[in-house]
């Protein structure tokens, strides 16, 4: 259904090139997953299957593409395109065009040319496999992140297509919405689709997954049925990351003394109760992960740590001082914040001076020293002088560390922080994490990945419902 | 939060009519409160606007806006009442007592006359914009714009800006916390307060222009453009519309015989 031959691909302005000889033969039927570390050229790889690269894209082009049999060169435009391809992009909500998911759907239906009674029809079998039929009359700003990308690829299924290409449909979304994510895939799989999926959660998609395909640099480096590739143990280490490996100093912060206190506290958003009666302390030094749920109340718990939000009711202390009596800007010293989406914060014009803002606003001598450390400690020291904005995910995420380690908290806070990236750029991070913990402070990470919480932290605290309902440190 | 200018989903009287009675609605409005400087006749247009929206169970909504709308109505009055002085001086904004600069801006009948009717009509026409917005789905809106004949471009132009601004909102409110995290300071003076804009606004537009090329690409996917349409589910005229409609016809006639009376 869809031929790469040859193919390689520079975007105008750059000299190396994003895709390099990738020849790829994708099957009717056949799901393939395409895998690899952040920046390798997967998203480009997505764009040049679907045909958009070469009808959208100006830079240099090499290589065939052939889509049902055509070259895409001659299909006449990106809607002619569409008649054969569905693309799911990585960003949900900007496919979201109309404000109720219905009308969303239902849009995308409209421009088939199909008769009024097949569109109804359609529109309720989609509703079904996508399970949308309940949120139907939904707003997109209300929708959570495995919803939104479920409006997505129900928009795209509209289209009819048998080809479906998604990149990254899950990168931001918790274990149970991943999975619902996979058994609608394997669904479709399942009626005859041939699904180009680009991924980092093999697992989560095992038995699905026809071959595997591993792009590093632009480059295909590995190719074939999952077992065969999956011998290759640094394969293996980069799609399924043994974070038993990662080497910490051992949980000692038992005896040491209290750095967060929450007592009793309680948040509500308008009249929904986000969090109800927490109670929690947490030592010097230890390493804490924060798992649960979306919405399970792990966001709003971390930013009252820095009084991003007021507790509705209860106290947060933090290094014995009540946070009540305190300004965020006072905050900012004790406690660290690195938020999801590193894109968030990046304004600069170099790495080096995004990293040097914190350190300005907080009046923090020999700057310069601080500066360059925090660069080598997230292994950045070498891309001191590019766009941040430029890098890859792996090192935006670092960057994003770097940001706030450069600021000296005792605490560093940080929510998912192995979003989207691979096996070894998610183990370097926590890498950096556990020398962080070593040097003295104190580490909070919010993650899905039970993974990474079982092997690389001191203590697990599972929330649900605005509640803690289990905590291993508690003891 | 406020969802500035959102379609709200609701099974009442506004959102049943047909798109097309609606933007007669609009227009038959702004006209009306756009030529008529009659005090009373304005805050009558306004109390109507308001029970349009009661009896559509929209007024919270509309309310919402509430704060800015005051806000926006004081500066507007303040302008008139500096910058038009006209008629009786009712009293002065600084008071006479004050020494040297006592007895300057002075409060004048006509100035804040012509405010408040500025105010009144500002009003009706927010009121009467919102409530068609939030009444109606934004698939019914593209449908009677193309009817109408506006090309299909500008159309989607229209509709994304609106439903952008509270995804904007969301995404402006996060960088701000993020910044905050990293010791952000709001700034001082007016150069501070310049200075201070730039570590929200860079990110903001950064991410929407990443944010439009995928959009770009999803109008062209799901062929948008191609002017190809099944029309489902389209609404027709019903006998509510042709009420409204009456109505709108009586109110008008009734509203040129006070205007060739000089009434309003």
């Known amino acids: 259904m869809i031929e790469l031959n040859n193919v390689s691909y520079t975007y105008p302005r750059t000299v190396q090139p994003a895709l390099h000889r990738i020849t790829l033969s994708l099957e009717k039927g056949q799901c393939i997953m395409v895998t690899g570390p952040s920046g390798a050229g997967k998203t480009s790889l997505s764009l040049a299957a679907s045909g958009i690269l070469h009808h959208e894209y100006g830079g240099k082009k090499e290589g065939s593409v052939i889509i049902d049999g055509k070259d895409v060169t001659h299909y006449s435009s990106l809607s002619d395109l569409a008649q054969n391809v569905g693309v799911v992009f990585d960003d949900a909500e900007a496919q979201m065009i109309f404000t109720t998911v219905e009308e969303e759907i239902l849009s995308a239906l409209e421009h088939r040319g199909l008769s009024a009674a097949v569109i109804e029809e359609r529109l309720a079998g989609i509703m079904k496999t996508t399970y949308l039929e309940e949120l139907k009359d939904r707003s997109p700003h209300n929708l959570s992140g495995g919803q939104k990308q479920r409006v997505a690829l129900a928009a795209t299924l509209a289209l009819g297509n048998d080809i479906l290409i998604l990149d990254e449909p899950t990168s931001e979304l918790d274990e149970h919405a991943t999975k619902r994510i996979a058994e609608i895939l394997k669904d479709l799989k399942d009626q005859g689709k041939t699904i180009l999926l680009i991924e980092h959660k093999f697992g989560q998609f095992h038995e699905m997954v026809d071959a595997l395909v591993v792009l590093e640099n632009g480059e295909i480096t590995a190719q074939g049925i999952p077992s065969d590739v999956l011998k290759d143990d640094r394969v293996r280490g980069m799609v399924l990351p043994d974070f038993s490996t990662v080497k910490g100093i051992a949980g000692t912060a038992i005896d040491s003394e209290p750095v967060i206190s929450v007592q009793n506290l309680t948040h509500n958003y308008g009249n929904v109760q986000a969090l109800s009666g927490i109670s929690l302390t947490i030592r010097k030094g230890e390493f804490v992960a924060l798992v649960g749920e979306n919405g399970s109340g792990k966001t709003t718990l971390v930013k009252h740590f820095n009084r991003l939000l007021s507790p509705t009711g209860g106290d947060v202390i933090v290094r014995g001082k009540n946070t009540k009596d305190c300004s965020i800007a006072a905050l900012a010293c004790d406690v660290g914040l690195v938020f999801q989406n590193p894109d968030h914060m990046f304004f600069a014009d170099t790495v080096r001076e995004e990293i040097a803002y914190g350190v300005k606003n907080l009046g923090i001598e020999h700057g310069k020293e601080v500066i360059d450390s925090a660069l080598g400690d997230a292994g950045l020291t070498e891309s001191a002088d590019l766009y941040p904005r430029w890098l890859s995910r792996g090192e935006r995420q670092r960057l994003g560390i770097a940001c706030v380690v450069a600021m000296q908290p005792s605490i560093i806070v940080l929510d998912e922080p192995t979003t989207g990236l691979d096996g070894y750029e998610a183990i370097l991070v926590i890498n950096i994490l556990k020398k962080l913990q070593e040097k003295g402070h104190t580490i909070i990470i919010i993650t899905h990945n039970r993974d990474i919480a079982e092997h690389c932290a001191d203590r697990i605290i599972t929330m649900e419902g605005g509640k803690v309902i289990s905590d291993t440190g508690s003891a | ?264």
């Not at chain 2, 306004?46 to 009661?54: D, F, I, P, R, T």
């Not at chain 2, 506006?150 to 609106?162: C, H, Q, R, S």
């Open chain 2, 1 to 264: 939060m406020a969802e500035i200018l959102q379609y709200v989903h609701k099974d009442a009287f506004l959102h049943r009519l047909h798109p097309y009675t609606k933007i007669a609605f609009i227009i038959v409005v702004s006209i009306m409160c756009i030529i008529a400087t009659d005090l009373v006749f304005l805050t009558l247009m306004v109390l109507a606007m308001l029970a349009v929206a009661a009896y559509s169970r929209l007024l919270a909504e509309l309310l919402q806006q509430l704060k800015l709308i005051i806000v926006m109505s004081a500066i507007f009055i303040l302008i008139t009442i500096i910058t038009i002085p006209n008629g009786e001086i009712l009293g002065y904004i600084i008071p006479q007592g004050v020494p040297v600069i006592g007895g300057f801006i002075p409060v004048t009948t006509g100035g804040l006359t012509i405010g408040i009717v500025l105010t009144l009509r500002f009003m009706v026409l927010i009121f009467a914009f919102q409530l068609f917005l939030m009444s109606t789905q934004p698939r019914d809106l593209v449908n009677a714009m193309e009817k109408i004949g506006l090309p299909i471009d500008y159309i989607l132009m229209f509709i994304i800006a609106l439903r952008f601004i509270p995804t904007l909102q969301i995404e402006g409110q996060r960088i701000h916390e993020a910044q905050l995290a990293r010791g952000f300071n709001p700034g001082t003076g007016f150069v501070g307060k310049i200075r201070s804009v730039a570590p929200i606004a860079i990110p903001l537009v950064s991410n929407a222009l990443l944010r439009s090329n995928v959009l770009g690409l999803t109008i062209d996917m799901r062929g948008y453009r191609t002017g190809k349409k099944t029309h489902v589910r389209e609404s027709t005229l019903q006998h509510r519309d042709y009420g409204v409609l009456f109505a709108m016809a009586l109110a008008c006639t009734g509203y040129i015989v006070l205007l060739m009376n000089q009434i309003i």
